[in-house]
């Protein structure tokens, strides 16, 4: 298995621009996470799906931000419109087949709005 | 808020010494404690976990301690090698098999050849 997929690595863009991330999970896994990484407040849970339900919520800062899971094999985090503190790095991770309830993290999303 | 503290922010060990990073944890699921490594441009990636019903667990240079009644746990990183420089994250379980877990801030253990 290639393991947890995020598009694109690297996105650049202007404040008011809306961006979306994409996430592909390891097949067979039933759980999906969003985080977001920053210096100031580490690793952050933003929301997290299960069998391609949104379950929480809670963490997503404010409703510029959504994300969506149209089937097992997809999910996206968009941000409209786009503010500088956004910027971070932002990970998918998922599981559910695992032992420990291991989470598998993709690479990462590096999103820089200026 | 739930959190978990997480300490030292920074370590810097010789090569052959013993690495201890510590987390607290506030009233949490009972489920895995696990530990994830971060190398740089990567995603965390899972270490080792242990379930608050065991009290140590090691996995070759690396142990986990756990003292449920002070709701705190430690990663012990022996013989520590320069291939084990990366940021540590700890983790507390907030729903018993949900697989939500709540992150420490991280350690960036440094450490020297």
């Known amino acids: 298995d290639a393991g947890v997929i995020q598009s694109p690595r690297h996105e650049v863009t202007e404040m008011g621009q809306e961006v979306t991330l994409r996430c592909k999970p390891i097949?067979?896994?039933?759980?999906l996470f969003w985080y977001r990484q920053t210096m100031m407040r580490g690793l952050e849970l933003l929301i997290y799906?299960?069998?391609?339900?949104?379950?929480?919520d809670s963490g997503m800062p404010e409703d510029r931000f959504s994300a969506k899971m149209p089937n097992a094999s997809f999910s996206t985090l968009k941000i409209q419109p786009s503010e500088p503190r956004d910027s971070a790095v932002y990970f998918c991770?998922?599981?559910?087949?695992?032992?420990?309830?291991?989470?598998?993290f993709g690479p990462g999303t590096r999103l820089t709005v200026l | 808020q739930q959190q978990v503290k997480q300490s030292p922010q920074s370590l810097i060990v010789q090569k052959g010494g013993i690495s201890i990073i510590n987390c607290a944890y506030e009233?949490?699921?009972?489920?895995?404690f696990p530990w994830y490594q971060q190398f740089p441009g990567k995603g965390p990636a899972l270490l080792i976990a242990?379930?608050?019903?065991?009290s140590e667990k090691k996995e070759g240079r690396f142990t986990i301690s756990f003292n449920k009644s002070a709701k705190q746990f430690s990663l012990h990183i022996m013989d520590s090698q320069p291939g084990d420089s990366a940021t540590y994250f700890c983790?507390?379980?907030?729903?018993?098999?949900?697989?939500?877990?709540?992150f420490g801030t991280g350690t960036r253990l440094k450490v020297l050849a």
């Open positions: 991770a998922s599981g559910g087949l695992g032992s420990y309830n291991e989470q598998f």
């Open positions: 097949s067979g896994h039933d759980y």
């Open positions: 799906f299960n069998n391609n339900v949104p379950i929480d």
């Open positions: 009233n949490t699921a009972f489920d895995y």
């Open positions: 242990i379930r608050p019903d065991v």
């Open positions: 983790a507390a379980p907030r729903g018993s098999g949900t697989y939500k877990y709540i």
